[in-house]
């Protein structure tokens, strides 16, 4: 059950504008004002700590805006990769809030509070595949790096977006707020790899201006009522293990799934997590 403190928490974000103050933020951090601009990125690399040791540059008058320092690209070879492919990479840099197996079609947000896969990836033919398997949830703080990566290497079969709420999504609210991630704003993007179907979903969440795809560019905003879905079955797009594949204009959470006995989890829940280092292994070990 949660906390007083995180149910008050969570209770006043209900009657906020979430669209409206998210386009707002987004405005903001793109704004190309170099006083503005620059006195933002100050103040948020020290008050969250930043470390610009992996950034391609640690100035700010080298970023057009906020948003392009939020979303710094990594020097050269800063993240190498592991040689051994068959280890399944971390997507993001952030934390794991929980990681297992599905029972059935459900996952686990937080303690006592589970919700579907039908209702996270946009029904039950979708979310069939993932029936028993494993997943992933990774929390992106303000302060981590916000490009998403390919886990492993993938041929892109669909992509969804799901125009919905855009509460928080910090362990306070995930705590508080019932099928959190299967009511925010995503983005679903399916993939057949070797180790069967993968889906990735890119939670939106409060003061989240937008999200992309490194194949679509913005996919939200505009934020419209109904839900869009992209195929590319005949248009086959492919991207390799370690490959950028998204990102987030301000920071929220990565889910990943995978099919019954696909792999084992190597990394642990509350672990912190670098792009591109291993959480798992493909093929369940006989020990």
């Not at 952030?94 to 209702?119: C, E, F, H, P, R």
């Not at 992933?136 to 390919?150: F, G, K, N, Q």
């Not at 995978?258 to 493909?282: C, D, N, Q, V, Y």
Request: hydrophobic share 40%; with cysteine.
């Amino acid at each position: 059950m949660p906390t007083f403190k995180q149910t008050l928490f969570a209770l006043w974000q209900y009657p906020l504008p979430h669209h409206a103050l998210s386009r707002i933020m987004g405005r903001v951090t793109h704004c190309k004002a170099p006083w503005l601009k620059n006195a933002l990125i100050r103040v948020f690399a020290h008050w969250f700590k930043i470390d610009l040791e992996e950034a391609a540059s640690a100035n700010p008058g080298d970023y057009v805006c906020f948003n392009d320092f939020f979303t710094r690209p990594l020097k050269p070879g800063a993240r190498p990769l592991p040689d051994d492919p068959d280890l399944v990479l971390s997507p993001a840099d952030g934390t794991i809030s929980q990681v297992g197996s599905l029972t059935s079609q459900w996952l686990i947000q937080a303690k006592g509070k589970d919700y579907s896969a039908a209702a996270l990836l946009g029904g039950t033919e979708w979310s069939r595949p993932f029936e028993d398997g494993e997943f992933m949830t990774i929390y992106l703080s303000p302060r981590d790096y916000h490009r998403v990566h390919m886990p492993m290497s993938g041929r892109l079969i669909r992509m969804l977006h799901v125009p919905e709420r855009l509460f928080s999504v910090n362990p306070a609210t995930t705590a508080a707020v019932d099928n959190l991630f299967a009511r925010n704003e995503r983005v679903v993007c399916l993939f057949d790899t070797e180790a069967g179907p993968m889906a990735m979903v890119l939670v939106g969440a409060l003061l989240v201006a937008s999200v992309e795809t490194v194949w679509q560019g913005v996919v939200t905003p505009p934020t419209r009522r109904t839900i869009r879905q992209w195929s590319y079955e005949e248009c086959p797009i492919s991207l390799q293990r370690g490959e950028e594949m998204g990102r987030f204009n301000m920071g929220s959470t990565v889910i990943v799934l995978f099919p019954h006995e696909s792999l084992e989890w190597t990394a642990t829940g509350g672990k912190p997590l670098r792009m591109g280092e291993p959480i798992g292994r493909l093929g369940i070990s006989d020990t």
